[in-house]
């Protein structure tokens, strides 16, 4: 994650995803539980615990009263979808490439075979008879390898289309812009 946005999120007191962000004063942003112990432990003046800008503590001792960060909170909920869609997509990015290694190996296989046949086929002390079986039996393999090569071909270009949509749209969720608000700190007050 980028860490602007990761330092945007991240409570600095916790140090985790920010929860029920809310401002101070000082326009500083934690998360209300971090606010609240912050407020238990002292009387009634406490300091930021970044700049040390003091504020009177909320009335009843309730952080709840104090303005959230709407901002920070879909930034949070943002982020968590990004980075959920971006472990969905590596991971179908994954299963594909692994299909299509898959579909190469069984390509290869398929055409060693029928060099198999074919040296087989051209060998000299074979029998007609089992020149013939040979022969029915390469014509078989030919048509297989055939119909192998054309679907794994509309396999391979399948999947390599679907790889290319979900890098595509990996790139997108990536660069998606984020809605920046302007946000009135003047009415942020207590």
């Known amino acids: 994650m980028n860490p602007v946005i990761g330092s945007?999120?991240?409570?600095p007191v916790c140090m985790e995803k920010?929860?029920?962000?809310?401002?101070?004063?000082?326009?500083?942003?934690?998360?209300?539980?971090?606010?609240?112990k912050l407020c238990s432990s002292h009387n009634s003046k406490v300091p930021c615990p970044v700049c040390r800008s003091t504020f009177d503590t909320p009335s009843n001792g309730r952080c709840s009263k104090l303005p959230t960060n709407a901002y920070?909170?879909?930034?949070?909920?943002?982020?968590?979808?990004?980075?959920?869609?971006?472990?969905?997509l590596e991971s179908r990015l994954e299963?594909?490439?692994?299909?299509?290694?898959?579909?190469?190996?069984?390509h290869e296989a398929a055409k060693a075979e029928v060099e198999t046949y074919k040296r087989v086929r051209t060998d000299s002390e074979v029998s007609a008879a089992e020149s013939r079986r040979l022969c029915d039996s390469l014509a078989l393999q030919q048509l297989l390898h055939i119909r192998m090569s054309q679907e794994i071909s509309e396999h391979t270009t399948g999947i390599k289309q679907a790889k290319e949509e979900i890098v595509k749209q990996f790139h997108q969720a990536k660069g998606r812009p984020i809605f920046w608000s302007r946000v009135n700190y003047g009415a942020c007050r207590l």
């Not at 920010?18 to 609240?36: D, E, G, M, S, W």
């Open 8 to 11: 945007m999120t991240e409570c």
């Open 18 to 36: 920010l929860a029920n962000p809310k401002f101070l004063p000082c326009h500083h942003t934690f998360c209300c539980k971090c606010i609240q």
């Open 72 to 88: 920070a909170e879909e930034l949070v909920r943002e982020t968590g979808r990004f980075t959920d869609e971006k472990r969905e």
């Open 95 to 106: 299963e594909i490439t692994e299909r299509l290694k898959d579909a190469e190996r069984k």
